[in-house]
């Protein structure tokens, strides 16, 4: 349980670079979306609500790691229930909901007036973010000179592009807003955009033609998770429980379909 899916170390470059490499749960959490985490996590001295929000990241990051860190061996000998959690790295959607907390305080103290001490906080995130961003700029420019020119080998590096666009975007609009350098409207327009642009960059890979979809591959809900004797003999059991199913007939997460049990 704390090896198998667990979110390696490596992994937390997906904070800048989703498809770096592939993990069923993604910690990517959006650039701009980032500096407002930050702005949310230094409003946190004063919100009680907004300390509670960096816990739930910190403690449910940790447990994510699985067997890197003692807390989810810790959590699976003592919390009833833990130890049916199969994949530690599904446990960081949980600090995505501390994360949109963190986010949330940052978008409101970013669009609000703020004292000349809070400023000096604020300006010292935007440049550390966008020494960040010219870091990750200049090894995906290195990366793509080697690759290309030096190895010959062909290499499509938009995606990464893209994203140092997006950090590039966010450093500019974050200098811009606490240096008040635009007007509120145009403020919050341009936020809405990027944000809307980060979306799409990010589920638009998962986006599929209609005319990839079968009858054969793609089964319909009705179809997936049909019920039938095994599944109502499962259904009967008391408790929570953990089955595993040998055979292909029986689709994954098959267990929350079916009723109010787990298996």
């Not at 190895?151 to 606490?178: P, Q, R, W």
């Amino acid at each position: 349980a704390g090896t198998e899916g667990a979110l390696r170390p490596d992994k937390l470059l997906m904070f800048v670079f989703p498809y770096i490499t592939s993990e069923e749960n993604s910690p990517y959490f959006g650039i701009l979306a980032l500096v407002f985490v930050a702005f949310g996590a230094v409003a946190a001295r004063k919100i009680e609500i907004a300390k509670l929000a960096i816990a739930v990241v910190l403690i449910f990051w940790c447990l994510s790691l699985g067997n890197l860190t003692p807390l989810h061996g810790w959590f699976y000998l003592v919390v009833p229930g833990f130890n049916k959690c199969r994949l530690a790295s599904r446990l960081f959607v949980i600090s995505h909901l501390g994360l949109s907390l963190l986010a949330g305080f940052g978008c409101d103290r970013f669009f609000n007036s703020r004292a000349s001490n809070q400023k000096v906080w604020e300006r010292r995130i935007i440049y550390a973010f966008s020494a960040l961003t010219v870091m990750a700029c200049l090894v995906v420019l290195a990366a793509y000179v080697y690759r290309n020119f030096f190895l010959l080998h062909k290499t499509d590096y938009s995606i990464f592009v893209f994203n140092c666009g997006l950090l590039l975007a966010a450093s500019v609009l974050a200098f811009a807003g606490v240096n008040e350098l635009m007007s509120f409207k145009k403020l919050r327009i341009a936020v809405f955009v990027l944000l809307v642009m980060d979306a799409s960059f990010l589920i638009n890979p998962h986006i599929k033609p209609e005319k990839e979809f079968n009858r054969i591959q793609n089964l319909e809900p009705s179809q997936n998770y049909r019920s039938d004797p095994i599944i109502r003999f499962l259904q009967a059991r008391p408790g929570m429980f953990r089955v595993h199913f040998a055979s292909t007939l029986y689709p994954g997460n098959i267990g929350e379909v079916h009723g109010d049990v787990s298996f």
